[in-house]
């Protein structure tokens, strides 16, 4: 089944202790992308990735890194994590940019205290 | 800045009424998608609108992309349960291979 999945799907930390919100997909797709997903705003880009090893800031980069070192993972990772980054996050690919239609993995609820 | 506005916000209707809800910018895209969040997952692509003016339907889902490509509508004609959901627009700007959401509009269909 073509999908993208990510890990974990609930998480709650403290701030300042690192994590890593991981990202895979199976359908081969070049572009991938993180997204951040509050209430009244709609979803915001973090990070995206055209292709491996090519990774790039999106609008609401500050307080997170990313690495695209093989095509199918595309990890989140926060260094050192902040109430104002709780928030649901979404992962998503697709082929060649983002003309095409993204496939979404089904969110990590994100909770900093 | 919100370079996307959705209209309304919140909207709950009885089973069987019609609705439209509204994407609208400033800026010009190159195209316009829409998408439906079921609660729990993640957002599902409903269809792409290229051209302005263009018309597209989806069974009983009808989208326009306006004249401009400023702004498109979603109509639902006569609501179902199942059509439950947030519905977001996202505009693609080709010449910065950038897509941007609009904060969605919650639906929700009472039987």
């Known amino acids: 089944e073509a999908q993208v999945t990510q890990n974990p799907r609930y998480l709650i930390t403290v701030t300042g202790k690192k994590l890593t919100v991981t990202c895979s997909q199976n359908m081969n797709h070049e572009y991938m992308s993180w997204y951040r997903q509050d209430p009244g705003l709609g979803l915001r880009q973090i990070y995206y990735?055209?292709?491996?090893?090519?990774?790039d800031k999106g609008d609401v980069p500050e307080g997170y890194k990313v690495s695209r070192k093989e095509k199918r993972n595309f990890p989140l990772i926060l260094e050192s994590p902040s109430p104002n980054q709780t928030s649901l996050y979404f992962c998503?690919?697709?082929?060649?940019?983002?003309?095409?239609?993204?496939?979404f993995g089904p969110g990590t609820r994100l909770t900093v205290l | 800045t919100q370079l996307l506005e959705q209209s309304p916000q919140f909207l709950s209707i009885q089973e069987g009424e019609n609705l439209t809800v509204y994407c609208n910018s400033s800026?010009?895209?190159?195209?316009l998608q829409w998408y439906r969040q079921e609660p729990g997952e993640g957002p599902v692509l409903l269809v792409t609108?290229?051209?302005?003016?263009e018309v597209k339907k989806l069974k009983r889902l009808t989208f326009q992309f306006g004249d401009a490509r400023k702004d498109s509508s979603l109509h639902i004609t006569a609501a179902q349960p199942g059509d439950t959901g947030l519905y977001l627009c996202?505009?693609?700007?080709?010449?910065?291979?950038?897509?941007?959401f609009g904060p969605g509009t919650s639906l929700s269909v009472i039987p």
């Open positions: 996202a505009g693609l700007k080709t010449s910065y291979d950038k897509v941007i």
């Open positions: 990735s055209m292709n491996v090893e090519v990774t």
């Open positions: 609108v290229v051209t302005g003016g």
């Open positions: 998503a690919s697709s082929l060649k940019g983002t003309g095409r239609e993204q496939f």
């Open positions: 800026s010009v895209f190159s195209s």
